[in-house]
C-alpha cells in the first residue's frame, strides 16, 4: 500500500498508479467483490485500493466526496465503486468529479421491473446477521470443523456434511474452514497415513461415510516444498516419501470411488465451489 | 430448497417463488455477492436460488439457456446474474428469454472509458489463487489461527496483527478464522478468565502488545443462552455470571483503552470490517 501515483517499470516507462475507491453504506465487501471483478481485467494496470465502509449520513457521504474529489485533482483519474443503497446518500456520492460505478443505481430499475415490485432502496445489511438461525449453523460449523480438524475427533462424525480426506499438508484444513464459515457445512477432516494404505478400503473411521468424502491430492514436488517448511531436511518432506504418498492417496480415491482434486492450482474458493456442486449432484 | 411456485401466506394469499440464477465462468461467488446484495431489498418475495458455476463454453451456456429457458415457461419470471467475462459465452446467455443482469456488460466499458485502455475480457478467476504470495498468506493465516486459538499457544503472538480478547463464547473463533481466511491476517485469541481482572492491567501474556488488542462484548442473556448450550445449568452459563465477566471485561477494555464491539448485534463480517478499519486507523 505504499504505492505512489507512478512506478517506474523495468523498460524505464512509467507505469500509472489508478487510486481506486470502494464504497459501502457497510462492510464493503460487496463493492470490494464488485469492484475487484472488473479490475481484474487490467492486469498490466497499477491500483491504489482503499475500502470507505460503513457510510451512513449525507454529512459522511460530503465528506467522501471530499477525499474522491482530492483523489481527482491528482494525475490520474481515480475511480470509485459504490453499493450504497440510500438514494439521498448516492445522490450526494454522485456530486464528486470522481467517475462513480453505481451498481446499485444501474441494476436496481432492472430488477424491480422484472420483479414488479418497488425496492427498499434501504441500507441493507447483505453481509450482517441476516437470517439468524442460518448465521447460527455458520458460527456453529466453524466450532464443529476446529473441533474435527485434521483427524482430532471422531465425535460426531455422522452428522458431517462432508469428510475431507488427505495426506498431511494438501489444504485440507483451509478448505475445510472455508466451507464452515461460508456455507454453514458441517466438515470434518482426515489425514490419510502410511497405516491408511495396507487395506484397499477407505480408513475404518470414515468408511461408513464414503458416499460424504472428498479427497485432495497435489504436486509431489509442491507438497515436498510446503512439507519442507514444517519439519525440514526429514523423510516427511523428501520428494519420494510426497510422491509415495500421493499416489497410494490417489489409488484409495479411485478404487472407492471418492471424488477429489489437486489443490496445486485450485484456491480454497474453487475447490469449495466444486465440493459443493458435487455434493448437490450426489445428493 | 424445496419451495414451490407457490407458497401459502398467512393471511391466505399466495406468495410467488420467484426463480433466480447465478450464472459464472467461475466460482459464481461474485455473481451470488452481487445478486444477493440486489436482492435483498425485496424482503416480501421469496427467491428460489440456483448457483450454475464454471460455464467454460459456449456449448454449456447453451445448456445454461435451455434451463433458464425452462424456467422462463413457469408461471414466474425468472431473473438471472451473470459475471461470465468471456464475450461469446456472454452472447450466448442473452440469447435466453430470461431477464439477465449482466454485471460485465453494463460495467466494463464505463471502466474502460476511465482507465482508457481496453479490459481483457477473459474469464479471470477473481476467486483463484491470483497473487500466490498473498494466497499462501491467507493459508498461512489459518494455520496461525488454529494454533492460537482460545489461548492456546502464547508462540509468536509478537508477530499477531491482532489479537482478540474477551471472555469465553462471546465469538472469538468465527472473527479470528474470518480474518485469517479472507484477510492474511494474522489473528490470536485469548480468552479472559477470572483470573485476568483482579489487577488493573491487561492480561500480561498479551500487555505488551496492548496497541494491537481488540475486546469483544456481547449481552448477558446472550452469552448465558450460548454457555447454556455447552455446560447446561452450570455456574458458568448462569447469568449472574455472564454479567460479571462482561462487566469485568468491558471495565478492562476501557480502563486500558482497547476498542470493542458488541458481537450479540454484529456479523462476523461487519466486526470484521470494523476490526480492519480500526487497525487502519491505529497502525
Redesign the interface.
Known sequence: MTATSEDRRPDGSEARV?PVFFLSD?????AE??G??????????HFERR?I??ISSVEEARKVVEILDAAAAGPV?P?AFS?T?LTEIREELHKSVC?L?D??D???S??EA??G?P????A???????DVQR?NQ??AA??YA?EH?DGQSMRALDIADVIIIAPSRC?K??TT??LA?QYGLLVANYPLTDDDYPSDGLPSTVAKYASRCFGLTTTPLRLSQVRHERRPNSTYSSLSQCTLELRRAEDLYRRNRVPFLNSS??????M???I??SLRLRS
Open positions: 489508478v457497510s462492510t464493503g465487501i460487496s467483490t464488485m475487484n471483478a472488473l479490475l481484474i481485467q487490467f492486469p498490466d494496470l475500502l465502509p460503513f483519474t475511480l453499493t443503497a467517475p460505478i451498481f446499485f444501474l441494476h436496481m432492472r430488477v422484472t420483479l415490485v425496492g427498499m432502496r434501504v441493507a445489511r447483505l453481509h450482517g446477521m441476516g448465521y455458520r458460527m466453524v466450532e476446529i480438524d489444504g484444513t483451509p474452514m472455508y464459515l492450482t485450485k484456491s480454497v474458493e474453487e469449495s465451489a466444486v459443493m456442486q
